[in-house]
C-alpha cells in the first residue's frame, strides 16, 4: 500500500505545487487577468491536495466499509454546513468560506486514513511514507523557489511564455533535486510504466 501510495505521490504532488506557486500565470492563462482577484481562494483550495493521494473510497469499499465512508461524509458535511453558517453571519468573506471548506475536508480525509489504516491494522506513520513525501515537498518548495528567482530576472510577461519558462526550469531541476534527497523517480514510476506496456500489448 505505501509503495501505491509513493507512486501516486510521486505523479501528484510536483503538479500540485506547480498549481499552488505558480497559481497567478495559470488563472491568467485559463480565467483572464479580471479573475486574478481569487488568487488566494485557489492557494487555500490547492492545500487540500496534498492529502487527496489515496484512492479512499475503492480502498474502503474492498475493506467492507462502505458504511463508515457514507457517515464521515455525513459528518462532514454536517460540520461544513455549520460552520459555513456561522462563517457566514459572523465572519462574511469568500476567504473565510473557503477556509472552512478545506478545514472541513482535510478533517473528513483524516479520518477515512485513520480507519483504513486501523482496517489494515497499522498505523498512520506506516500507512504514508511520509519520509519521502516530505523530501519531495521540500524538493518542490526548493524548485519553486528557485524557478521563480530565475524567472524574475527575465523580463518577458507573455503568459506563454512564463508558464513554457517556468515548467521548463521546475520540472528538470524537481527530479534532479529529488534524486539528490534519495528519491529515484526511474524507480518509483517503473510499476505504472510497465503496467501501461502490458496494457498497450493486450
Known sequence: MEIRNLQILSNYLPIIN???HFRREIINLLYGEK???SIT???IATIINLIRIVPYSPIMLALGKGKAFSDTHL???ILL????LLCVN???STIGIAIVTTFSTLFCLIILILIIARSLETTIVKFLPWVKMLKMLFAAILSCITTRMAISSISTTHIYTLLA???GIYLPLYIFISNLLGVNYQKVL???ISRNKKKEQF
Open 190 to 192: 517503473k510499476p505504472i
Open 41 to 43: 481562494l485557489f492557494r
Open 18 to 20: 506547480i498549481l499552488f
Open 90 to 92: 459572523f465572519f462574511p
Open 81 to 84: 454546513v455549520s460552520l459555513n
Open 75 to 77: 459528518i462532514t458535511a
Open 165 to 167: 519558462l517556468e515548467f
Open 35 to 37: 479573475y486574478l482577484q
